[in-house]
């Protein structure tokens, strides 16, 4: 069994003039998870990263150790979703979860 044709999606080409920045993130979820996603989650790494002095832009997330949760940035809208994972299907936590007992481990990929 072989898997499908991959097609090339959006692509970007690192050069010296727009570096592309790898930056590990790890902090608890929110106590009372607010419907679809925590707002502002790019001035919330900027600010942690660096000290509120950079408004980098956030390419794309990756999650390591989250426990049964899937993290997921919305580039769109700016916010981070959370889904669980410890079920058959994927769905969004609800409204007001308590996430404050997760660590959540990201990889965040910056320009």
């Known amino acids: 069994m072989t898997i499908g044709t991959i097609t090339e999606g959006s692509k970007n080409q690192g050069n010296p003039s727009d ?36 408004s980098l832009e956030i390419l794309a997330i990756m999650d390591f150790s989250c426990g049964q949760y899937i993290p997921y940035y919305d580039k769109d809208n700016d916010k981070l979703l959370v889904f669980d994972g410890g079920h058959a299907t994927w769905n969004e936590v609800g409204n007001g979860t308590n996430l404050g007992g997760t660590t959540f481990n990201l990889t965040v990929l910056m320009k």
Do not use: R
């Open 19 to 54: 570096p592309i920045f790898v930056v590990d993130v790890s902090f608890t979820g929110d106590t009372s998870y607010p419907s679809d996603g925590t707002p502002g989650f790019q001035a919330l790494v900027n600010a942690a990263v660096f000290g509120g002095k950079s």
